[in-house]
């Protein structure tokens, strides 16, 4: 009820018109606001007016510049850092420890049978092509190489480059020896069926010739089922032999196996999944983590894993390994540190993998329902992935979505290593160590594939950096405020002194466009007819005689104003339109002034 008196009032307010002007509005704005400037516009003199006006228009100016900048200012999110080093006893970290080669080459030789005697064919054509041409006849399955073949490119000529398939038969063998800086390995990318091809660089062969060898691997591993590849890496129990932590004893039941397809089979040390984190008790050697490890160097895959060792991670509880950007090799003679970074730049990469080339890199985490990269199923994979690798605005893409956690732990890591056993204690250690874990008397163990880790906090000093909001809306609304009130001397309530005069100036625009466009669709109702208006006897007639027509030449100059055609209007006196005579609700009688309806 409220809502439709209140609508019907503005109703009877645009057909009565605006109550005053835009000058009358501006003027009592100007008399009652409490900014100082524009009272003294009204009330001096013409030349202090002038003055006025000039002096607050300036000072408008420099408030709004002012409130620009600082609205600038907080939305760019700046931060002040604080950072503090205290002493308290920690949780011992997640350890994560990788063999350097996936796969067992044992149990994965059937699957690159094909490949690897491509590899040894391409290292023969390079190294000797004299005695590879005797045996370039025998039997080779060329189908990986068609999809991504390996040639040598000849620039010593830069007007006419040479471009030679390492297996065609059009050239001489001579022609594969090429050390000058002229010539180099490339990798040919195709994508369309062949029609669209390009060339990947490289400035050595042994670069390119390893590339090309886990590229042709990626794809094969990429069709085999998750389980195959689990068994076909080494298990937990050949390479864990000995666990200790603190004065408890472990073995590798105590790890968490997962599966990290550029290493294998991976296992972490106190992940914090399923149990409770394992606090440290003291720093030192004797309350950490030590292990005794075997590596099976004997059996890595010769082309894929040209590193002999364990890749090692310290991480948080509960937070995903990524071992092969952020890991360490254990080795001997060395000493290095890692940071951590951030983490899901590979996922993005990924997803981009599978917007643009239709299925993921196997390398990579892979969301449900997406099926890995593969020269069968998705031909041009290789070609759209080396492109997406070298993409820079993918690198950046990626960067802008991917931002630093709240919360993180960064674990730097010292590494010294001797020769371990001795040659004095080898005998011995072996025999025990082959003993539990074979339950042979005879060493099975050889010395090049054993790894001993000792892993312990140094020290118990942490460091914390913490991050706050340099500039908040309490700071913004202060700023905003002083600016105001120092220029031009006004509050909040000038604010919305202002905000109300523009809701009155739209108020009246919009009455006078209701009431321009009324009176531009009443004017042409008003001039009806061309001509003088018709007599009282021609209108009685014309109704009660219809076969009377007036006639044109009696009638005089207003004759010709009503055609034959045309309809005359009812004769008579329209009757009076006295308002005093009707009834209407008190609700919708308004009085002649702004005020409610009486």
């Known amino acids: ?99 350097a080669s996936p796969f067992k080459y044992s149990k994965v030789k059937h699957l690159l049978k094909d490949l690897d005697e491509l590899m040894e064919a391409v290292l023969e054509r390079i190294l000797a092509p004299e005695s590879s041409h005797a045996n370039a006849t025998r039997a080779l399955n060329f189908t990986i190489w068609n999809y991504t073949p390996l040639f040598l490119i000849d620039e010593r000529n830069p007007h006419d ?67 195959e590849l689990v068994q076909m890496g080494y298990p937990a129990e050949q390479v864990i032999l000995s666990c200790l932590f603190g004065a408890e004893p472990c073995n590798y039941r105590n790890f968490t196996s997962i599966f990290y397809p550029p290493y294998g089979n991976c296992y972490i040390f106190n992940w914090g999944m399923m149990e409770k984190a394992l606090p440290s008790a003291n720093p030192g050697t004797e309350f950490g983590l030590k292990l005794i490890l075997d590596i099976g160097e004997e059996d890595y895959v010769p082309f894929l894993a040209s590193t002999a060792g364990v890749r090692l991670l310290l991480h948080e509880q509960r937070s995903y390994p990524f071992i092969r950007e952020e890991g360490i090799y254990a080795m001997s003679a ?65 960067i802008g979505l991917c931002k630093e956690s709240c919360n993180d732990t960064q674990y730097k890591m010292t590494i010294s290593m001797a020769d371990w056993p001795s040659e004095a204690s080898e005998d011995w250690i072996f025999h025990v160590l082959s003993q539990e874990r074979d339950q042979s008397t005879n060493i099975t163990l050889s010395k090049k594939g054993i790894v001993k880790l000792n892993i312990y906090f140094q020290e118990f000093n942490y460091r914390t ?56 669709r009443q004017r042409p109702a008003s001039a009806r007819y061309a001509g003088p208006p018709p007599t009282v006897a021609e209108l009685v007639e014309a ?56």
């Open 1 to 99: 009820m409220h809502v439709k008196k209140y609508l019907l009032k503005c109703l009877h307010r645009l057909q009565k018109g605006p109550g005053y002007t835009y000058k009358e509005l501006l003027v009592w704005y100007c008399d009652n606001t409490n900014t100082h400037g524009p009272k003294r516009i009204i009330c001096e003199g013409p030349k202090k007016k002038a003055m006025w006006f000039l002096i607050t228009l300036l000072f408008a100016a420099l408030v709004c510049w002012q409130w620009g900048v600082f609205i600038n200012t907080y939305l760019s999110w700046e931060v002040s850092v604080s950072l503090s080093v205290g002493f308290k006893a920690m949780d011992f970290p997640a350890v994560t420890i990788c063999n």
């Open 334 to 398: 060395t000493e290095t540190s890692i940071g951590v970074l951030v983490a899901c730049l590979h996922s993005c990469f990924q997803d981009h993998m599978i917007r643009n080339c239709s299925c993921g890199h196997y390398l990579y985490p892979l969301p449900p329902g997406e099926k890995y990269c593969n020269n069968w199923d998705f031909p041009d994979w290789a070609r759209c992935y080396s492109a997406l690798q070298m993409s820079l605005a993918q690198r950046e893409t990626c």
């Open 161 to 227: 480059p040479v471009v030679l398939d390492l297996f065609a038969d059009n050239h001489n063998d001579s022609a594969i020896i090429c050390n000058d800086p002229g010539c180099k390995m490339a990798m040919r990318l195709c994508r369309l069926n062949g029609t669209e091809c390009t060339f990947q660089n490289f400035t050595s062969a042994t670069q390119a010739v390893t590339e090309w060898y886990v590229l042709q691997a990626t794809n094969i591993f990429a069709q085999v089922p998750f389980q």
């Open 465 to 520: 950096i913490e991050e706050s909001a340099a500039n908040n809306i309490v700071w913004l609304l202060s700023n905003l405020g002083g600016q105001f009130g120092f220029w031009m001397g006004g509050s909040v309530l000038c604010l919305i002194e202002f905000a109300e005069i523009i809701i009155d100036f739209v108020w009246i625009t919009i009455i006078k466009l209701v009431g321009f466009a009324k009176s531009s």
């Open 543 to 598: 109704h009660t005689n219809f076969g009377f027509q007036p006639d044109a030449a009696s009638h005089g100059p207003g004759a010709e104003a009503y055609p034959d055609e045309q309809a005359l209007p009812i004769p008579g006196t329209p009757p009076p339109n006295y308002d005093s005579l009707r009834l209407q609700p008190l609700d919708v009688i308004e009085s002649d002034s702004e005020g409610d309806a009486i």
